[in-house]
Each structure stands twice: as structure tokens, then as C-alpha cells.
């Protein structure tokens, strides 16, 4: 079996609208998946062989356990009981989103990552079910849901019930543990609640277009956030209604 998952990248915090908008655009990460059932001497590490092309292609790890996509896919397979991959799978990554430069790239392959657990575990989980795995990882919406759901998107996370709340103290390292998916770990990871975040489609003029600046270093998420503010005035946030 062979098939093809293409996940675009995004632009988000758009206007006032921090960790909540974001805006999915026309460079595509791409995973060619290939599943065989047939006996092999070669048997990959957890059934999965990657190889990879495009941005990053020096500093991504082809191992399933450390690569961010399929480790995502791991994670979704361990929630549902399989500890590796059901079958022996190969997957081509084709990455042209420049890393770490604004344009969604965890955000891209995080959903991809869902994406392919769902597919090669034959999960059938709606895109509603596979957002609430997104955030386990991601934390905001923004950038998962317009990667997942496509152009223009505002996103919130709903109000928790105290028993769910939990979700948002667990640390990545548990949700996504090393060796991550091995058939050692043995303990099953937390799953999200139901329904954590929640999107709303908005209407985008054909006639504007994006122009992006991809900056020549790479600045982590949790740095950029470090320069802003602890709070902002309504003037700041609103200048054309004060």
C-alpha cells in the first residue's frame, strides 16, 4: 500500500490575535508512505524506515524514535496499543518549510506525525480527535489547526474539567518519552481528553496574497516568547478603539 500526506505550513499569532489565529499557506510538507506485509531480512528499527529530503536535510535524524514525526506517530500508535509500527512502513519525507523560521515547521510536522499514526494504524480518528493529539504535543492551536484544517483559522482551547487539567502539567518528555514508542517503555502514554481545542473557519479574499521574510537563523519558539510582555494595554491591543 502506498499513499501520500501533505501538510502545509502556516503563518499564525496574525494580528491580536496571539496563539489564536493562524493562516495555512502554499509550501506543503509531504510524506510518501509505502507499508509492506511482506517478510524482509531487513527489518527496520520499529518497523519504520525514514529517509528525507529538503530543509534540515543535515540535522534530521532518520531514526523513528528521535525524528519529531514519526515519534508523533509513535506516540498515537502507543495510545492505541501498538508499540511500534503494524507493519513494516517506509517513509519519504520531502520538507521544503525552512525550520524554526516562523513558518510552522513543529507545527506542520506534528500534525503529519498524527496524520500517519492514524493512517498506518487504520485508527479512523475524525480531524477533530486527531487536533486534541496535536495539542498534546504542540500546546497551542494555532498553527496545528490551520495545518490540519487548512486556510484561515481561529482556534481556543476550551475551559477543562478539573480531572482534565492535568493534560496541560504533563511534560513532552512523558508524552512523547525516549526510546519513544520501543517495546521496552511498556507503560501506555496519557491520551488527550476529548475535544480540547476547538476551530472556526474564517473567509479569505482570493485577491490578497502572503509574502513571507524567512529569516537566515533559526530563533526557537519558547526564545522569541521570552521578549514579549507579561501583559498588554488595551491601546496596545486595540489602537483603532481606544
Not at 531487513?42 to 531514526?63: F, Q, R
Not at 523513528?64 to 509513535?74: D, M, S, W, Y
Not at 478539573?162 to 496519557?190: M, Q, Y
Request: charged share 20%; with cysteine.
Amino acid at each position: 500500500m502506498a499513499f501520500t500526506i501533505k501538510v502545509p505550513c502556516s503563518s499564525a499569532n496574525i494580528g491580536p490575535g496571539f496563539d489564536v489565529i493562524g493562516l495555512a499557506l502554499s509550501i506543503y510538507l509531504e510524506l510518501h508512505v509505502s507499508t509492506t506485509t511482506s517478510p524482509s531480512s531487513d527489518k527496520p528499527k520499529l518497523n519504520c524506515a525514514i529517509t528525507y529530503e529538503g530543509e534540515g536535510a543535515d540535522e534530521v535524524s532518520l531514526d523513528p524514535e528521535v525524528n519529531l514525526i514519526t515519534r508523533v506517530a509513535l506516540y498515537v500508535l502507543r495510545c492505541h496499543n501498538s508499540h511500534g509500527f503494524p507493519i513494516q512502513t517506509h517513509v519519504h519525507i520531502k520538507n521544503p518549510i525552512p525550520l524554526g523560521r516562523g513558518l510552522g515547521s513543529s507545527g506542520a510536522a506534528v500534525t503529519a506525525g498524527v496524520v500517519l499514526g492514524n493512517e498506518v494504524g487504520k485508527l479512523g480518528l475524525d480531524k477533530a480527535r486527531m487536533l486534541d493529539y496535536c495539542l498534546m504535543i504542540e500546546r497551542h492551536p494555532d498553527n496545528v489547526a490551520a495545518a490540519l484544517y487548512g486556510g484561515f483559522v481561529g482556534t481556543y482551547l476550551r475551559e477543562l474539567k478539573p480531572e482534565d487539567l492535568a493534560w496541560k502539567e504533563i511534560p513532552l518528555s512523558e508524552v512523547l518519552p525516549a526510546p519513544a514508542g520501543g517495546i521496552d517503555t511498556g507503560i501506555k502514554p496519557p491520551e488527550p481528553p476529548v475535544g480540547i481545542g476547538h476551530y472556526k473557519k474564517f473567509p479569505w479574499a482570493k485577491q490578497i496574497k502572503a509574502i513571507a521574510i524567512i529569516p537566515d537563523f533559526e530563533l526557537p519558539t519558547a526564545k522569541a516568547r521570552e521578549v514579549l510582555p507579561e501583559t498588554y494595554s488595551r491601546a496596545d491591543v486595540d489602537p483603532g478603539r481606544v
